[in-house]
C-alpha cells in the first residue's frame, strides 16, 4: 500500500468518520461522500406529542440527537429496542406517527412522502425554505415538487 493513499486515508477518516446513523430513513450522503447525516427533511414537521412526551417514550428521556446535518445515531428507542437494530415496524411506525421531528422521521409522513412530477420544471433537490416561502415559487414547488 503506498504511503500516500495511506496518508489520504487517514486524513479522510479523521475528517469523515464512517456511518454512525443505522436507521437511514431521511438521510443523504453528506458534502465529503463519506458521511451519512440527516437530510433537512428529517425535522421539518411538528410532532403529535409534546417534547416531554417524544423524550420519554422514544428517547429514554434524553435530548434528540437528530439534528439536519448531523451524523448521531437517532435514539434507538424510535425504531427498536436496542441500538444496532433490528428496526421493529411496530415501533419505527409508532414514531413516525407521534413523534417524527424527535426521531427524524419527518419524510416519511404523508406530508413529505410523496413523489416529485418526473419531468419537474425546476430541480426538486435544490429547492430552499425561502423559495419555498416565495410566492413566484411556492405554486410550482407545490405540483412538481410536492415532497419538499
Do not use: H
Request: proline share 5%.
Amino acid at each position: 500500500m503506498s504511503p500516500l493513499f495511506l496518508l489520504l486515508s487517514v486524513i479522510l477518516w479523521t475528517f469523515c468518520d464512517g456511518i454512525a446513523v443505522v436507521d437511514l430513513d431521511c438521510t443523504k450522503v453528506s458534502d465529503c461522500q463519506f458521511r451519512v447525516v440527516y437530510s433537512r427533511l428529517a425535522t421539518i414537521c411538528k410532532d403529535k406529542l409534546s417534547l416531554a412526551e417524544c423524550k420519554q417514550r422514544f428517547g429514554g428521556g434524553n435530548d434528540t440527537t437528530v439534528k439536519v446535518d448531523g451524523f448521531e445515531d437517532r435514539p434507538f428507542q424510535c425504531f427498536g429496542t436496542t441500538a444496532t437494530g433490528p428496526i421493529d415496524p411496530a415501533i419505527k411506525k409508532a414514531a413516525i406517527e407521534n413523534c417524527p421531528a424527535f426521531c427524524g422521521y419527518c419524510c416519511q409522513t404523508p406530508a413529505y412522502n410523496c413523489k416529485d412530477k418526473d419531468f419537474p420544471r425546476i430541480a426538486c433537490d435544490r429547492v430552499t425554505d425561502a423559495m419555498c416561502q416565495d410566492t413566484a415559487w411556492k405554486a410550482i414547488i407545490a405540483e412538481d415538487c410536492p415532497s419538499k
